[in-house]
């Protein structure tokens, strides 16, 4: 039985993809939870939207391939605060 593989989110994609066999990246998805606001003027008109500061509900550890989507055989390790650009 082979040991699972995990990475921190930023770190180089460690294993292809084993549908498409690339190295494409991953990407994976949170859930959260946010509100906006939609503004509008006396007159009707859109004037703007407001977002509040989400709240992450669920942090995936799952990774998935950029390319094809296919889930990747290896976990992410998310700790903290990342600093996703």
Do not use: W
């Not at 084993?18 to 991953?26: A, L, Q, R, V």
């Not at 949170?30 to 709240?55: I, K, P």
């Not at 992450?56 to 889930?71: P, Q």
């Amino acid at each position: 039985m082979s040991k699972k593989i995990s990475i921190k989110v930023t770190e180089a994609q460690p294993l292809p993809c084993p549908y498409c066999n690339g190295f494409y990246g991953y990407q994976y998805s949170d859930l959260f939870r946010m509100s906006y606001t939609s503004v509008h003027n006396s007159d009707g008109t859109y004037s703007g939207v407001e977002y509040s500061d989400g709240v992450s509900l669920n942090k995936s550890k799952t990774a998935y391939c950029v390319n094809c989507g296919t889930k990747l055989p290896f976990t992410l390790i998310r700790e903290g605060e990342e600093q996703v650009e």
